[in-house]
């Protein structure tokens, strides 16, 4: 039985909230993917409920267009714990995108006061037997995820604030004191997982949105980028 997984581990310097706020945030994904192809967010709405769909811009100099979009579908929306989505692709141009198998999924656990313990995982066990025939699997080491975690600590401890509650106790998302920024980023995510930029006064808890919903590398030849 062989391992269709590839799994990194570290410990982040910010609550869960925070870090979750970044993983939801798809403006955040250029800066923290580890791989370096994603290059912008094309549906930049926060992350808010499993099946919504977000697409990002990519880039990779072994791909036949050089640019190209990926279509990611949220898997697993549970905040501030757990987080993954699965990419795919227009394939037909019919707006209908079509899923590979592989996940990309971030397991949040506190470790302590203003400390968590994130665990991200890129799991391709779903990919077809026909797709395995043209795409090697793991795609690349484990570095691009550890890369990557260290990208996600970096944002997430921007956006938190050096001062949390005394008492011995892990803060909690309305304890949370983050920069006021001019617009957007992952502000506009901690607002929606009740935290408040810049005080310590609890928010009323927010209301999940109920819109319509809004990655990284398609499948390809041997000759093609990997998928992420």
């Given at each position: 039985m062989t391992n269709d997984t590839l799994e990194a581990s570290t410990t982040?310097?910010?609550?869960?909230?925070?870090?979750?706020?970044?993983?939801?945030?798809?403006?955040?994904?250029?800066?923290?993917?580890g791989t370096g192809w994603?290059?912008?967010?094309?549906?930049?709405?926060?992350?808010?409920?499993?099946?919504?769909?977000?697409?990002?811009?990519?880039?990779?100099?072994?791909?036949?267009?050089?640019?190209?979009?990926?279509?990611?579908?949220?898997?697993?929306?549970?905040?501030?714990?757990?987080?993954?989505?699965?990419?795919?692709?227009?394939?037909?141009?019919?707006?209908?995108?079509?899923?590979?198998?592989?996940?990309?999924?971030?397991?949040?656990?506190?470790?302590?006061?203003?400390?968590t313990q994130v665990t991200l995982t890129y799991d391709w066990s779903a990919v077809p037997p026909f797709l395995r025939e043209h795409i090697t699997f793991p795609p690349f080491p484990v570095d691009h995820l550890t890369n990557s975690l260290r990208r996600i600590a970096t944002a997430s401890s921007a956006i938190v604030g050096p001062a949390y509650p005394s008492g011995g106790r892990a803060p909690t998302g309305r304890d949370v004191r983050v920069p006021v920024p001019a617009t957007g980023g992952p502000i506009t995510a901690l607002g929606r997982l009740g935290i408040e930029p810049g005080r310590w006064r609890p928010m009323r808890p927010h209301s999940r949105s109920t819109s319509a919903p809004s990655s990284r590398c398609p499948a390809r030849t041997r000759n093609r980028p990997a998928p992420t």
């Open positions: 982040i310097a910010a609550p869960a909230e925070a870090v979750f706020a970044v993983l939801s945030d798809p403006t955040s994904h250029p800066a923290i993917d994603v290059t912008k967010a094309l549906d930049t709405e926060p992350l808010t409920r499993a099946d919504q769909l977000f697409r990002m811009a990519m880039y990779h100099a072994n791909h036949p267009d050089g640019s190209y979009e990926m279509i990611n579908r949220v898997a697993v929306f549970e905040p501030p714990r757990a987080i993954s989505w699965e990419p795919g692709q227009d394939r037909q141009g019919d707006g209908t995108p079509q899923f590979g198998g592989w996940i990309w999924r971030y397991d949040l656990v506190p470790a302590g006061p203003a400390r």
